[in-house]
């Protein structure tokens, strides 16, 4: 029981001390220049994995704990590591070498292991909230976010302690921002995905092999992109960086995208093949299998209910429509093998939620609310 407390704690403790190492290095006004900044590509990068993640939402409180983790936990563990691995570089090395240690080295390794170690958790403690490769991708895209809003934090502050605002020709927020903000807001998100992408598949596939070395070809994947990127900006000059952006990380980029499209698809296609059973089982109304099986026609249901009944009618549906789902994708793990102990249980759960939510909606109806 005393878990859940201790780990918000940790968080708490964490977020408050890297708010003041920060604080300290660039003062409180540049910090508050630097979160301001900060937020806008973090709402880009949150709006982006909400819309990925609409036909099975995960639970707010895991997202929020995922983006606590990346921003506190995750980033303070990076900071003492990167920091102690520029110290021993500069020494060994002589100065100026800990620094390129520290971005090249150490902080692909460190930070995927402490970013994707969240999404390993949820793998081992919360396995039934992470049904395949979309649910990786998220949890790990909201964990990358957090950290992402850290580090933006600090640097978009010390632009601004250094040179001000500046201009687009000289350093300052306003050049921080185009790089990290306009250009590269998904950098972050895009290496750890990796990691949310191995975990994924391993937890949908049958094959031993696979669901051990899928994690761990994630988190390679992600080190070498990161360790890329930090080599490229660090070592390399303008055209290699602009060379390592356009022809490596945009192509990536957009293969992730389309990953991500197929999977959605694929998704889709497991509820819709589900529904007839459901129907057949007297659970699922046949006049509700079109728009239950596509995501326009859900969001447009919700959204005549919400005008019609209120938003705690509208709550229901989405209530109803999100048991569907996730009884669809625990049958689809049932069939290839993957369903655990607890998945009888499970199903008996997620039909009565289905069977209780949809009589209330009858009711409400039938009251005229």
């Known amino acids: 029981m005393m878990l859940p407390a201790v780990g918000l704690v940790v968080l ?3 977020g408050l001390a890297l708010l003041a190492i920060s604080t300290a290095k660039v003062g409180l006004v540049a910090e508050l220049v630097g979160v301001v900044a900060a937020i806008v590509p973090v709402m880009m990068i949150v709006a982006a994995l909400l819309w990925v993640d609409r036909w099975e939402p995960e639970p707010a409180r895991l997202l929020w704990l995922a983006f606590g983790w990346g921003a506190s936990v995750a980033a303070i563990t990076a900071l003492l590591i990167n920091n102690t691995a520029e110290a021993v570089g500069d020494a060994l090395l002589g100065n100026g070498h800990g620094d390129t240690i520290s971005a090249v080295v150490s902080a692909p390794l460190f930070e995927e292991a402490a970013k994707g170690a969240f999404v390993v958790g949820i793998m081992i403690w919360l396995r039934n909230e992470l049904d395949g490769v979309i649910d990786g991708v998220v949890y790990a895209g909201f964990v990358a976010a957090g950290f992402a809003f850290t580090e933006n934090i600090y640097y978009f502050g010390r632009a601004f302690a ?14 921080a921002f185009i790089l990290r903000g306009v250009l590269a807001p998904f950098c972050h998100p895009l290496f750890t995905a990796m990691i949310g992408i191995g975990i ?3 937890v949908r596939t049958p094959n031993r092999a696979v669901r051990i070395l899928a994690p761990v070809g994630g988190y390679l994947a992600a080190v070498v992109l990161h360790a890329m990127w930090n080599a490229a900006a660090t070592l390399g000059t303008p055209q290699t960086f602009l060379n390592v952006y356009f022809l490596v990380m945009v192509p990536i980029f957009i293969s992730g995208v389309l990953f991500v499209g197929w999977h959605r698809r694929r998704e889709q296609r497991i509820v819709a093949d589900a529904l007839p059973g459901m129907v057949e089982r007297g659970w699922v109304d046949i006049t509700d299998l079109r728009r239950l099986s596509n995501l326009a026609a859900r969001r447009a249901w919700r959204a005549r209910v919400a005008r019609r009944d209120g938003r705690a009618a509208a709550r229901t549906l989405a209530g109803y429509q999100a048991a569907v789902t996730e009884l669809a994708f625990l049958w689809h793990a049932d069939r290839l ?4 102990a607890g998945a009888p249980e499970r199903e008996n759960q997620l039909v009565a939620a289905l069977v ?3 009589a209330n909606l009858s009711q409400r109806r039938a009251a005229g609310r």
């Open 337 to 340: 093998g993957l369903a655990d």
């Open 162 to 175: 250094e040179y001000g605002f500046g201009d687009p020709t000289t350093p300052g927020v306003i050049t």
């Open 12 to 14: 708490a403790g964490s």
């Open 200 to 202: 994924g598949v391993s």
């Open 356 to 358: 209780t939510s949809r």
